[in-house]
């Protein structure tokens, strides 16, 4: 059902059966997933193109389970901060989705030390660190420490492409 496009010669009930089965089945599926998983694999593109979404969820599945979570467990074993905050950021994101997709509960502390923990030893980011740390509203989920990571990163790069030298008015 998913698999094939409806027929361009279709009935306007058959129209309707097809279309109400695809939002059955998108409905069932997005009700199973996290909010994490549901915004990577629900967009634009995968909502105009309804075989693009079976095809990605079909593809992040395809393989064994155990092997799957292996392999995301090892590949976050392995994220570590090098100096670039956007590409950690990215990289732990991506990390979390992958996580999640393969059902690995992970307590929030768990990810929120081992996040920041990779930053504090950079001597650049440690009041970064320090301070977010402090803050009891943000340690409770990654991904509002992420929130503000990505803010620090957008401020940088904002403070970076300002002109210090602003040219004076001729008199």
Known sequence: MCEK????????????????AIYDAINIITNKISERVFLE?????TTER?????????????????????????DFQRCFYNGNLQSYIDSYITLLMELETVS????????????LGELAGDSNLHQLVETLTLNEELIESPDLILTQLQDYVNLI????STPTDLPSALV
């Open 41 to 45: 694999f629900i967009n634009l593109e």
């Open 157 to 160: 790069q904002f403070k970076d």
């Open 104 to 115: 690995i509960k992970i307590q929030n502390e768990f990810l929120l030390y081992s996040l």
């Open 5 to 20: 496009s409806l027929p361009g010669d279709a009935t306007i009930p058959a129209t309707n059966r097809w279309m109400k």
């Open 50 to 74: 309804e075989n693009l979404l079976w095809y990605k969820i079909n593809e992040q599945y395809t393989s064994k389970r155990a092997m799957n979570r292996g392999r995301s467990w090892m």
